[in-house]
């Protein structure tokens, strides 16, 4: 379960104080969350919640506006540093309407790597730059 008391120690991915606002509209509000490495989480809620803009934001696709985004103990962004999305170390796959319906999941993971084909594919095992999933 993700810890709620996060700090910037250990594995995985932690979130600080998290807040962002597009325009007058508070999206995010004092959020904090911590995701040990190889720990599946879900993100649920209605609708317009916040839950893309979290992940926009972990991902580096939306500039912080307030918080700490760590990753492995490394700050990603903070109200000083903001570390470009290409040297994140970090993937978004967007919801089904994003992918293409003819591939499959991994192949749709592929196309979008900017390493290309993930080694030893086999069986729903692969090997991706040098990391297993």
């Not at 910037?8 to 490495?37: K, P």
């Not at 309407?97 to 069986?123: E, K, W």
Request: one cysteine or more.
């Amino acid at each position: 379960m993700a810890d709620v008391n996060a700090t910037t120690q250990g594995d995985g991915i932690v979130v600080e104080n998290l807040s962002h606002s597009f325009g007058a509209n508070r999206v995010l509000e004092d959020i904090s969350l911590s995701i040990r490495t190889r720990e599946i989480v879900t993100l649920l809620g209605p609708s317009g919640c916040g839950k893309t803009t979290t992940l926009r934001l972990i991902a580096g696709l939306e500039p912080l506006q307030q918080g700490r985004i760590s990753l492995d103990g490394r700050v990603l962004a903070d109200g000083d540093l903001n570390v470009p999305p290409e040297e994140r170390s970090v993937s978004l796959l967007f919801q089904d309407f994003a992918l293409f319906p003819h591939l499959t999941a991994i192949d749709n993971v592929i196309f979008g790597s900017a390493t290309g084909r993930p080694r030893n594919v086999t069986r729903g095992r692969f090997t991706f730059s040098g990391r297993s999933a």
